[in-house]
């Protein structure tokens, strides 16, 4: 049975800083592409964040770059997300999400990924 579960969402001032945490099982981690999703009110599904299946390569949304860096841990099945300068424009539910291959140019896509977590809220107040 497949599990993706995510934490460490919260609200934190504009500037403070938050570590998203995914934690997966029940397929072979090691061979799927992992992202981050956001999804504001309002707003539809935004890729954040993306890590090739050996953790060479990334990829982020032009707004997080230089702010936002994801990892992954194969060895423990797990990928995180760690945020600083955190701004009001990030405020969202955060999503952990596997994509079945390793090649490819469709991780923008979210019908590309097989599971998706349940998400976790990231809030910073106005």
């Known amino acids: 049975q497949v599990h993706v579960v995510e934490s460490g969402g919260g609200s934190v001032q504009a500037g403070e800083s938050l570590r998203l945490s995914c934690a997966a099982s029940?397929?072979?981690?090691?061979?799927?592409?992992m992202a981050w999703f956001r999804q504001a009110p309002g707003k539809e599904r935004e890729l954040v964040a993306v890590?090739?299946?050996?953790?060479?390569?990334?990829n982020y949304v032009d707004s997080v770059k230089g702010r936002f860096t994801i990892s992954r841990d194969n060895a423990k099945n797990t990928v995180s997300l760690q945020m600083n300068d955190l701004k009001q424009d990030d405020t969202a539910i955060y999503y952990c999400?596997?994509?079945?291959?390793?090649?490819?140019?469709?991780?923008?896509?979210?019908?590309?990924?097989?599971?998706w977590g349940q998400g976790t809220q990231v809030t910073v107040p106005s």
């Open positions: 999400a596997a994509r079945p291959t390793c090649t490819g140019y469709d991780y923008y896509d979210t019908s590309a990924y097989a599971y």
């Open positions: 029940g397929f072979t981690f090691r061979i799927y592409t």
């Open positions: 890590i090739s299946c050996a953790g060479g390569r990334s």
